[in-house]
């Protein structure tokens, strides 16, 4: 059987993974009709962006194992504007359970709002309370941990976006599309 790597653009209320026991919410399986490939990694229900599926057990270790460091670059819109203060305090790494602090991460206030189809359902909006788009790249990956991160420090996270997976990016595809790995691609991944 040959590898397959495939990039998919999961949608909002999506279960990433190909099975719902109960029958009633979709899965990948209602978007990808590759056989017998599995998540590199998870993403949240409430969460939307890239998911690379694999058929290579290694691989799929490999890029969701944060021992390796694989960065995964995520844009979260947060309910308030982030000061300079909280923005650091995501740098340097959040104690987001009583147990776990998160690693450093790569943080940034993005400018303006960025180019995303519409969510749907579309994010409560309130009047009073302004919201602002955040750049987090972690190289780690708990459950809940963009939310958690962001929450920590006085600004909840509305929406979650993940761009970039290593250097594998959300690019041009629509939410529920898909598309296999150029034979470029293919070149950036971990070698054996």
Known sequence: MSQRYVLLNKPYDVLCQFTDSTGERQTLADFCEVPRVYPVGRLDRDSEGLVMLTNDGWMQHRLSDPRYDHPKTYWAQVEGIPDAAALQHLRDGVQVWDDFKSRPAKVRLLEGEPDLPPRNPPIRYRAQIPTSWIE???TEGRNRQVRRMTAAVGFPTL???????GPFELGSLKPGQWRDLTREERGRLPKR
Do not use: Q
């Open 136 to 138: 987090l790249i972690l």
């Open 159 to 165: 929406r979650l976006v993940r761009m970039k997976i």
